[in-house]
C-alpha cells in the first residue's frame, strides 16, 4: 500500500515540532520570574461587581517572601504591576512577560533596611533591587470596598523546581515513545495504527508540557495557542488511535470520513474558539504607545478584553467537559477491544492499556473535580501531579506492550544491538541527570550543612556510590538480557541430543531442529523438506514462524547436483545458477541439504535475518552442525516408524478380530433372547441386573459387591460421576434383596428446597404450613417395608440432614405439622457425586450421618475406565432408538465405532446414549456411519471430568498435524505423561497406548526405557 510522501512528513513534522516545543518550554519555565500572588482568567462573576483590576486568588508563596508594605489578601484586586495597569488577566500575563527583561533604573539600587513605600522620593520607582541581587516590584491593590489603593514591593521569585523537575521527567519518557513511535512510523507508513499512534505521541507531548505550566506560558500567545490547540485536540487522536487499533473498528471501515468527522468536529470547534479568543484578547491588550490618546485607547482595549476573558473561560471549561467525555468513551472502545482481540498477543497488548486508562480514571476523576469544585488550585497546578500519573500509567502501558507484546511490532524494526546501546544510553543519561539535578538543586537552595560542606561532599559522594552501584547492576542484566544468544549454541545441542536419544518421530525431531536455528540465528521463519522416494519433489515435514515457503517444490538436477556438492548454498544477489534460482523461488536466504542414508533426503530452509543481515562463518557452522545430528535423528526416527508401523497393522488386525468375535457374541445374545425356547430356571435365585450391562472386570466386581450386599438391610452409599448409572444400580440392590417385593421410592434431593424437601421425605398434616391444605405422606411411609434411593445425598441442608440422622437411629419420625411419632421399616440407599469428605471438612456435611450412611460403599467407575463394555451399551442403545426412531438401523461401521471407543466420555453411559440416540436419528441408511459422529467426539477438546486425574496432551482421537504441531518433550514430561495413561487405565498398558495415540510398540519400549 502506498502513502504520500506529504503525509510521512506532515506527520513527522508534528513529532519534531512537539520535540522543539518541549525544549522551549523547559527553556521559558525556569527564566521566567513570577511575584508570589496568583490571578485567574476573570469570569462574569468579576464583571458583575463592578471593580476594577484583577482578583487575587492566591498568596501561599507570600509565607516564605519578604514583603515590603502591605500584604495583599486573598481577594484584594491588583490595579498596577512594574508600573503596567491591570484591567484583566492578558494585562497580568503581559506586565510578567515584561519582568523578564525587567531593567533597574537609576536610584533603583537601595541598600538593606531602605523601604521605598515610605520614602517619598523613591515613590516613582516600579522595580528596586537589593545588594544581594533580590529585586521587588511595586504592586499596587485595592481592598473590597475602599477606593484608595495600597501599594507594595513583591520579590521577584523563581519557578518551583519541583513542577520543572516533573515536566523534565515526564518529557524525557515521553521522548522515548516518540522515538519508537517515529521508527515504526518510517518503517511501515502504511500501518495505520502505527501512524496514530505516532501522532497520538506527539500531541501528548505538547499538551502535557505546555498544560503543566500554563500560567507561565501565557506570557507567550505562541506557546499558550500550541497548548490550547493539541489539548482540546488530544482525547479525539486518543479515540482515533483505539477505533484503529488494534485493528479499525466496524463502524470506522464502513464509514471512514463520517466518523473522522464526529470524532474531531467538536474539539476542533474548541480549538478554534479559544485559538481566537486568546488571539483577541491579546491582540487589544497591546502597547498603543503615549500620549493622552493611546493611554484612553489602551484603557478601553484592556476593558473590552476584560469582557472577552469569560468567554474564553467557558470556552475553556466546555472543551475540558468535552475530553472527560471523550475518555469514557475511550475506556469504553477498551473494554470492546479486549472482548474482540484476535489473538492472545493483541488480547495482552490491549489489556495492559486498558489497565492504565482503568487507573488513569481515579487522577482524571480528581482532576476535574478540582476543575468543577477548587479551580483555583487547578488552574494554578494542583492538577499537574495527577495528570502526570494519569499519563504515566499510559506510557507503562506503552512499555510493556512494545517490549513483552510487540506493541507496534517494533522488535521487527529495531536490532537487539540498537536496543542494547539505545539502554546503555539512556541509562547513562538517567545517572548524569540524577547526578545533575542533585548538584543543582544543592547549589541553588544552599543545603551546606551548619555553614560547611565538608558533610554535603560527604552526602553526595555516598549518593553517587549507590547510584553507581544500581547503574552496574542494570548494566549487567542489560548485557544478560542482549547478549544471551552467545549462549545459546550449548543449549541448543542439548536439546538435540535429547531427540536423538529419545528416537521420537520424525515431526519432533524437525521442531527440534528448526526451533533451535531460529532462537540461536534469529531468523523469523525455518522449514524443514523430505524428499520423495527416486523422485526429485520434496514436501514440507514442518515449518517454524510464520513461513512463505511452498508446501513442496521440484529441485532440477543441476540443483541437486550443486547442493550435493557444496551441502549449503546462500543467496547471492546477482546469482543466475538454478540453484540460486531454487533460493529465490523458496524466498530464503540459506538452504542446507540433508545425507540421508549417503544420498541428498532432505532440505532445511531458512529465512532472512532480522534487518537482512548476511550469514556468518560461525552461524554457517552452527547449521551444518545441527543438520547433520538431523539427518542421524531422521534416519533413526524414521526406522523406528517403519517398525512401529508393522506393528500397528498386526494389532489392528487382532483388534478387528476381536471385534468380530464380540459381534458374533453379541448377535448370538440377541438371537438367544429372541428365542421362544424356555430358558430353563434353576433352583437358585437367579442375579437380577435391572438394566446393567457390562462385562468389564470393573463392573464384575462393583455386580459381585451388590450380589454380596443385597440380602442385608445396612445403608448403602453409591458413588459415581454423573451419567455412571448410580439409580439402576440402587434399583439393582433392591431386586436382588429380601424387599424386592415391596416398593422402591426415589427422591432426587437436589431438585427440592430444604422446606419441600423435609415435606417430600416425612410428610406433613393439614395446616402445617400455608399450602398444607390436606395431609400428606412423605416418602419414608411410602417406602415402608421397602426401600429408599436418596439421589444426590450431598446437596441436603443440615437441618434435614439432623431429621435423617435421627430416622436412621431410631427408624422413627414426625410429619412437618405433627407431634405423632411414625415408625417405619426401610432400608436407605444415597448416592452422590461429590466428594463427602471435603463437604464434612467444609461444615456443609454433617459426619456422624456420612459414618451412618457409608455403612456399604461402592463405586461406579466411568465409562473411559470401561471401554470393553461401550460396544454391548453401544448396541443396547442402538436397538431402543431405533424402535423410538422408527428405523431400521441396527449396524455400527468399524470407523464410526473406533470413534466411539477412543472418546474420553466425559458425560459417562448418558452422553454415551445421547450419542447414540443422535446418530440414529441422523443415519439414512440402516448402519451408523462416521458422519454420523458428532464433531466433538471425531476432534476432542480436551474435556477433563473433575474426578479424572491429569491426562496426556495427545487425547484419544487427537489429529497428528505433520507440518505444524511440536511434540518435543522433555524426559521428565515424558515419563509422566506415560504413568498418568497407565493411572487413568487402570495399568492397561494397550489402553494407555491407545490413549496416547500411539502404537502398543512403541509404548512398551519407552516403558522399558523408563523403567516402569
Partial sequence: MKVSVSKIWLISFLAIFAVIYGLIVLWFVPTQPMVPIGCLIGTHDDLASGETGLLIRDNSALSDAAVVGSTPEVGDRVVELAGHPIYSFTDWIRAHRKLRKLEIGSGGTLEFGIDPTEDPNLGNLSAVEYPDHSRFVRVYFRRPGETEALVCFLPLIPQPASGVSMTLVWYVLQLFVVVIGGVAYWNRPFDQPVRTFFALSAVTLLAFVGGSHWWVISASPFLVIVFAVSGALLPA?????????????????QARVLTLFSVYALPICGAVSITVLTSVTWWLTQDQGVGPFAVTLERNASLLAAHLLPVLHVAIYSVLGLSVLYFAVCVQRLARSYQVARNPLEKNQVKWILWAALFAVLPIGY??????????????????????????????????????????????????????????????????????VGAVNALHQDLSIFGQTIPLILVFMTSILVLSWFRDTIQRTLDRNFFSEKYQLDKA?????????????????????????????????????????????????????????????????????SLTEHRVLQRVPQGTSPSQQLIRTLKAEVIHGLEIQEQLGGILVLGAKPNHASY????????????????????????????????????LKSEKILDQERMLSSLHNELAALSETPVPRTQEEPFVRSGILGKSLAMQQVLETVRKVASSSSSVLIRGESGTGKELLAKAVHENSARRTGPMVSVHCAALSSTLLES????????????????????????NGGTLFLDEIGDISLEVQVKLLRVLQERTFEPVGSDQTVAVDVRLVAATHQNLEQL??????????????????????????????????????????????????????DDAFNILQNYNWPGNIRELQNVIERAVVLADGNAVRLEDIPEELIHPQQIVPRSQAPQAANSPGSAQVSVARKTVLTKEDEEQRLRSALESCSGNKAEAARLLGMPRSTFFSKLKKFGI
Fill in 840 to 893: 464434612i471438612a467444609e461444615g456443609k456435611f454433617r459426619e456422624d450421618l456420612f459414618y451412618r450412611l457409608n455403612v456399604i460403599s461402592m463405586t461406579l467407575p466411568p465409562l473411559r475406565e470401561r471401554k470393553d463394555d461401550i460396544f454391548d451399551l453401544a448396541l443396547k442403545f442402538l436397538k431402543t432408538s431405533s424402535e423410538k426412531a422408527n428405523k431400521q438401523v441396527f449396524r455400527i461401521q
Fill in 367 to 436: 482532576t476535574f473535580y478540582l476543575a468543577i469544585f477548587d479551580h483555583v488550585r487547578f488552574a494554578l497546578g494542583a492538577a499537574r501531579l495527577p495528570m502526570f500519573l494519569a499519563s504515566l500509567a499510559f506510557m507503562l502501558a506503552y512499555g510493556i506492550g512494545i517490549a513483552r507484546y510487540k506493541l507496534m511490532l517494533i522488535d521487527q524494526i529495531v536490532s537487539r544491538g540498537v536496543w542494547y546501546y539505545g539502554s546503555s544510553i539512556a541509562l547513562a543519561l538517567v545517572f548524569s541527570a540524577l547526578i545533575s
Fill in 237 to 253: 487522536v486518543l479515540l482515533h488511535f483505539l477505533m484503529v487499533y488494534p485493528f479499525p473498528s466496524p463502524v470506522y471501515r
Fill in 760 to 783: 417430600e421425605l416425612f410428610g406433613h398434616v393439614k395446616g402445617a404450613f400455608t399450602d398444607a391444605r390436606e395431609d400428606k405422606i412423605g416418602r419414608f411411609q411410602m417406602a
Fill in 616 to 651: 556468518s562463518a560461525e552461524d554457517v557452522a552452527f547449521v551444518i552442525a545441527m543438520a547433520r545430528i538431523t539427518a542421524i535423528a531422521l534416519h533413526c526416527a524414521t526406522v523406528q516408524q517403519d517398525v512401529s508401523r508393522l506393528n500397528q497393522d498386526l494389532q
Fill in 493 to 561: 545441542l542439548q536439546r538435540m541430543n535429547r531427540v536423538v536419544s529419545d528416537v521420537l518421530e520424525p515431526e519432533a525431531v524437525s521442531a527440534s531442529l528448526l526451533d533451535s536455528c531460529r532462537e540461536v540465528l534469529q531468523v523469523d521463519e525455518a522449514a524443514l523438506y523430505l524428499r520423495r522416494k527416486d523422485l526429485s519433489e520434496y514436501r514440507m515435514l514442518m515449518s517454524s514462524g510464520h513461513t512463505n515457503f511452498p508446501i513442496q517444490f521440484t529441485m532440477s538436477s543441476e540443483a541437486t547436483e
